[in-house]
């Protein structure tokens, strides 16, 4: 290179094939820019998912490039480039079919010729670009969209399988023994896990890859989760750089269903509506989706459910009456007590909204953050993956009130149970004020972690990208 001092690396971004995932990466491009202007970024997806994205105007815009990904040589369904495109019985092909990705993602990066300064910061599910980064020389971050405490259990119950043979419905981990699990929060595919499957050795695999990383970025808040943080550092043996909140855009305002609900939402009191959703690619069964309809019916609370189809059923299928009890939504309209929302809603500006006083969700950890950021407390469902541990957590946080667990027709949902924690958690009295007072003492220390000067997340970031630029000086291409 001409001149060292004018080298700037060319970060390349690479998420996983999730909407839990992608706006993450995204708003990760926006900090990164922010920080350095003028910075080349490129986020790398499938054709798809850039095609679906709606990006800001920006100068210059944010690189996009597209890997040929063909689901239906794996046995998926034709165009399913997402989680939320597939049942969650897929999701195992679905992450062995991603991985068909690294010849395409390897050659994109030989297009940078033998002397660009590249760094790829990738997500967990795509560990492997820290092999291809090395075999380059270049620098490798891994970026986890989650939390550090959920991050940390979700790889510890990993790597002490079996679960099925754990005889005590309650066991500490054994390299986190202050950690104390339920049966009933290790999610159903793990249960039987024996470390001989694929979803243990795809998780093995990652977790492998994340030990050989440069450098950890979390979605997560120093103040917050000191112990989490440490738990990780611990699990992987490099300090992780705590870079959150780091929040999905608001996405824009512009169908005519989103005015419609906004018209709803301005209608009603402060606070009074909960809102609802499982996220983006989970969803409970058919009857425990009437079990909690006739529950909010018997809170008396007004509620804004986002619907997605239930377990078991066709993501794209038609709205099926039998999905809710007879008459339901229309007594709800009657009464103004409730809208259902058939499909994705604008979660992250309903949850800004002043109306909005709860929010039952599944705790995946976007929704975790971006309900938390608005001081909005939560009613936890936890469905899979991490999100068990991310309810444990902010229960004890005291901002969440856990209501049910799992999605299977087994999982029982006590009507009375869940209907009693929605009028305590929205309720003027002393558990729910302590609530929404935690909520906005962490909603504050969320905003502070990026208020400069000295806020963790910035000052987290800032570290991170001197790294990277100290070693991108040094590239010495093989
Ligand atoms: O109707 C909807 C439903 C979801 N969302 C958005 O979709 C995202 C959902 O993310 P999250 O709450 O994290 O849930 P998942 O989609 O289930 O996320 C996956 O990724 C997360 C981050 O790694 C993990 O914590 C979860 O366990 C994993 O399931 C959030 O930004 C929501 O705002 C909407 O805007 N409208």
Known sequence: MASEEKVSPHVILFPFLAHGHVPAFLRLADLL?????????????TPRILGSLSLPP?????????????????GLPPGAESLADIQVHQFITFFQASESLRPAFEEFLSGFGSRSPVCIVSDA???????????????????????AFGNAVFFSVW???????????????PDFPGVVLHRTQIPRYMLPATGADPWTAFFRRVIAFCRKTDAVL???????????????????????????PVLAAPAPSDSRDDASIFRWLDAHPPRSVLYISFGSQNSISADQMRELALALEASGRRFLWALRPPLGSDAKGAFDPEWLPAGFEERAARASAGLVVRGWAPQVRVLAHPSTGAFLTHCGWNSVLESLSRGVPLLGWPLGAEQFFNAKLVAEWGVCVEVARGNLESSAVDKEKVAGAVRTVMGENATGDEMRRKAAAIARAMAAAWEAPGGSAAESLEGFLRCVEASVRRYAPL
């Open 33 to 45: 820019r922010a920080r350095r202007p003028g910075l080349d970024v490129t986020l790398v997806s």
């Open 58 to 74: 920006a100068s210059p815009p944010l690189r996009l490039h597209a890997l040929p990904f063909s689901p239906a040589d794996h």
């Open 125 to 147: 599910f795509f560990g492997w670009t820290a092999d291809v980064a090395r075999a380059r020389g270049a620098p490798h971050a891994v970026f986890l969209p989650g939390g």
């Open 159 to 173: 790597e002490h399988l079996p679960h099925a043979r754990t005889a005590a419905d309650e066991f500490p981990l």
């Open 218 to 244: 979390v979605n997560t808040v120093r103040e917050l989760e000191p112990s989490g943080l440490n738990m990780l550092r611990r699990s992987l043996g490099v300090q992780p750089r705590p870079i959150g």
